[in-house]
């Protein structure tokens, strides 16, 4: 059974700062991973999708790599800015199946 | 561009009383469609999924249950609520398995 661990829980850093947000997942056997962002009480944004055969993907200052044989994915946040706050979720999708598997996610806070 | 809507965006509803949540995809054809839902320390679980009209698929049995009557509309249901079917309810949708996954607004559901 899938599972997706995110650490930490939760970052506070001051504004300006470049960040990396931690996924792990226990299978190694994925068809993609996906990163999204969730605002408090809103829906889940798509920010980036990596597919197994890549090892990164890049969209404006983010960045998400991926690293499936070990099991890990990171998402980099570069020159952080107030409103990038939400949370941050990871998903991974098995090969074959249907769902996405999704971490608890990192609370993201960026101080002005 | 495909856009994706969910209504209503909250609702409180009491024990026992039926349910019925909507989701129409918009600019896209034969998407696949999914139900999941957020609840408090558990993250995102998927409910249902659709790959066309008519088909439906469950991944946890519970008291809910999912229809597709159209290519774009994908409709949650419940005869009689329980007080754990509160929760905040998430559609998506998908061009195939593989791809990437967009979410609606979500519904937050609370049964009292």
């Known amino acids: 059974k899938q599972e997706v661990t995110q650490i930490p829980a939760a970052l506070s850093v001051p504004e300006g700062e470049n960040l990396v947000l931690n996924c792990s997942f226990t299978?190694?056997?994925?068809?993609?991973l996906q990163w999204f962002r969730q605002d408090p009480g809103k829906g889940l944004t798509s920010l980036l999708l990596?597919?197994?055969?890549?090892r990164e993907q890049t969209s404006g200052r983010l960045n998400a790599s991926l690293d499936k044989s070990s099991g890990r994915s990171t998402l980099y946040i570069a020159a952080s800015q107030p409103g990038d706050s939400a949370t941050y979720l990871c998903?991974?999708?098995?090969?074959?199946?249907?769902?996405?598997?999704f971490g608890q996610g990192t609370r993201l806070t960026i101080n002005p | 561009s495909q856009t994706i809507h969910q209504w209503p965006a909250t609702l409180v509803q009491p024990v026992g009383s039926p349910l019925s949540l909507e989701c129409t995809v918009e600019?896209?054809?034969?998407?696949?469609l999914y139900w999941y839902r957020q609840a408090a320390g558990r993250g995102l679980q998927l409910l249902f999924y659709?790959?066309?009209?008519?088909?439906i698929s469950s991944e946890v049995p519970q008291n809910l249950s999912a229809s597709r009557p159209q290519d774009r509309q994908f409709i949650l249901s419940s005869k009689k609520l329980l007080l754990s079917d509160s929760g905040f309810y998430l559609c998506?949708?998908?061009?195939?398995?593989?791809?990437?996954?967009?979410f609606g607004q979500g519904t937050r559901l609370t049964v009292v």
């Open positions: 998506a949708w998908g061009v195939s398995t593989n791809t990437e996954a967009f």
């Open positions: 299978d190694s056997a994925i068809y993609n």
């Open positions: 998903a991974v999708r098995g090969q074959g199946a249907q769902k996405l598997v």
């Open positions: 990596i597919q197994s055969s890549q």
């Open positions: 659709s790959v066309g009209i008519g088909q």
């Open positions: 600019g896209t054809s034969n998407p696949n």
